[in-house]
Each structure stands twice: as C-alpha cells, then as structure tokens.
C-alpha cells in the first residue's frame, strides 16, 4: 500500500510541475510577444527617426535617454554616442541660464503634467556657438495603453528668432520714424501759425494807417480854414510812411517749407496764372480771409473779391467746388 501511494503523490507531483511549466512557457511566450512587438516598434521608431531633419529623442519614465536620433551632430556637434552617455543633457548642452526651465519643463513632460508641450531654450554647441531651439514633447505608450515615456523632437529656430529680431527693430524703426514724422508735421504746423501770424498782424498794421490816413484827410481838410497846420503835417507823415508791402519772395519760402512743390503743381496744373494769381492763392492756401488779403496789399475787401471771381474762372471752376478747398487738396 506505501509503495502505491508513493507513486500516487509522486504522479501528482510531475502533473502539477508539468502544469507550472505549461504556465511557464505560456507567459514565457507572451512576454518574448510584447518584447517582440517592443522591439519591432522601437526598431520602426528608429528607422523612421534617424533620417528626420530634426533632432528625435526618447527619454523612458525615469528621464533617461532610450533613443536619440543622427541629426543631433548638425545641430549640436556632438554625436549620438557621446549624448546617450552624458551624464546630464541638460549639463552637456543648455546654456546656463535656461538650464533650470528646461529641466522643470522635461520633468514636467515626465510627469505628463504640462500645459503646453512646447518650450524654448538655447544650447551651446560643441564650438560654442549659441542656438535657439524648439523642444515639442508628447507622450509614447505601447498597444495597451502602457506608458513607455515621452518622445522629443527638437528644432534649430535661431534664424526664424533672427528674423522676429529684425522684424521687431524694423517695428521699432518704423515707430521712431512716425514719431519723427508727427514731430515734423508739428513744427510745421507752429511755423505755419507762424507765419499767417505775422501776415495777419502786417495787414492788421497797414490796415489801421490806411485808416487814419484817412480820417487824418477829412479833419485836415475841415479845419483848413482855422489854419490850423498840425493835422496836415501827421497826414503828411504817414504818406511818407505808407504800409509796408509784403515780401513775397520770403512768403513763397516758406511756403514751399510748409507745402513742399505746391506752387510748382498748381502752375502746372493752370500755367497761364500771374504773379498776382499766385499770390492770392498762396494767401488762401494758408487760409486768409479777403479782408485780411486786402490789408496786406493796400486794396479794398471788394477788390478782393473781384480778383477771387477772376480766379475761380482761370481755375474752371464749378459753382459747387469752393475755392479753398481746392487749392488744399493741391
């Protein structure tokens, strides 16, 4: 009976080693699957990445580098090889100043916590020349759903950082030339006030003589006959000293300071206009009223006027355009 129940437990014990080995190899083969279909993925990662133009690498949970791309010894001068065994990416290439955000943002990537998986940084290449990169992270995860770590892409944007550099002066150039331009046309603006100011002032003046020339006339006349000779010698004096006439050489400067080649476009736009014409229109041009044109060349508003008319007429113009604001628009 011993006999028989030593080989009873002895059968037992060979069919329940024969079902862990069944089990054995079962997971044996399922794991020598995943790890085929690792490999398979990894070898078809890589095949795909080492002839990018950008610079591929993949980091696995733990941050270190599992794979890392040819293209790397363009942009940084440093072989695959050498950047798998650096101790510290971020040692090895970041400049300085960067190196703590970058660290912060991989760890981030690490712990799939990031916001936005973009982040600028610069490097030193091994000639120690400096470059602008852009790092792009997302995640990798296998078949079912596993996380295997993340997946960089890094990209040489020195030239396009160049160019947001130049862009941004030439803004900056175009905003002092606008504030040159607005300072310019301020001047110009206070010199124009300037100027029809003293016109204003000179026909103001000439305007007040002809007047008491006048009244100065009729009281010298009505007391002729009490012989009195004082009155006829203040008439006297200011005919002497008539109104002082306006230098229109030093206006048409300053006009051409003011409104640069606007005589010369309206003599060639009407060149059978006089000096005379010319003059009026200067004076409209900057806005002067007909009395105030009549003080500045010892004429009468009604005078004016009529030369006004005249005007209108040389420059064929329609009863519905006025006269100033054609010639502003010249």
Not at 75 to 96: D, K, W
Not at 113 to 119: E, G, K, R, T, V
Not at 211 to 226: C, P, Y
């Amino acid at each position: 009976m011993e006999s028989g129940d030593k080989k009873d437990n002895f059968e037992h014990r060979v069919k329940k080693l024969e079902a862990q080995i069944s089990e054995l190899k079962f997971e044996l083969e399922e794991k020598g699957e995943l790890l085929k279909s690792e490999q398979e993925k990894r070898e078809f990662y890589q095949l795909v990445a080492d002839f990018t133009f950008g610079w591929e690498l993949w980091f696995d949970p733990s941050g270190k580098i599992n794979y890392c791309s040819p293209s790397c010894l363009d942009l940084t001068g440093y072989t695959a090889n050498q950047i798998l065994e650096a101790l510290s990416l971020s040692g090895l290439l970041v400049y300085v100043a960067d190196r703590e955000k970058f660290e912060g943002f991989l760890q981030n990537a690490l712990n799939q916590d990031l916001i936005n998986p973009s982040f600028e940084f610069r490097i030193m290449t091994r000639t120690r020349q400096m470059r602008w990169c852009l790092f792009t992270v997302r995640g990798v995860y296998n078949r079912e759903g596993r996380y295997l770590g993340i997946r960089g892409s890094v990209q040489d944007i020195t030239k396009l950082k160049k160019a947001l550099g130049r862009i941004s002066d030439l803004s900056t150039g175009k905003e002092l030339e606008n504030r040159h331009r607005e300072r310019l046309k301020s001047e110009l603006e206070i010199k124009e006030r300037e100027l029809v100011t003293f016109l204003l002032q000179l026909s103001q003046k000439n305007e007040l003589i002809a007047k008491l020339t006048r009244q100065l006339r009729t009281i010298s006349v009505e007391n002729f006959k009490n012989g009195s000779g004082k009155l006829e010698k203040m008439v006297q004096l200011l005919e002497n000293n008539p109104v002082k006439m306006v230098d229109w050489n030093m206006v048409e400067i300053q006009m051409e300071k003011l409104h640069p080649g606007f005589l010369n476009r309206l003599l060639l736009k009407h060149p059978k206009l006089t000096a005379k014409d010319k003059k009026l229109c200067a004076c409209l041009k900057l806005g002067l009223t007909s009395k105030q044109i009549a003080g500045l060349n010892n004429l009468t508003p009604q005078s004016v006027e009529v030369t006004r008319v005249r005007l209108r007429k040389k420059l064929k113009l329609t009863h519905d355009t006025r006269l100033v604001n054609y010639l502003t628009e010249i």
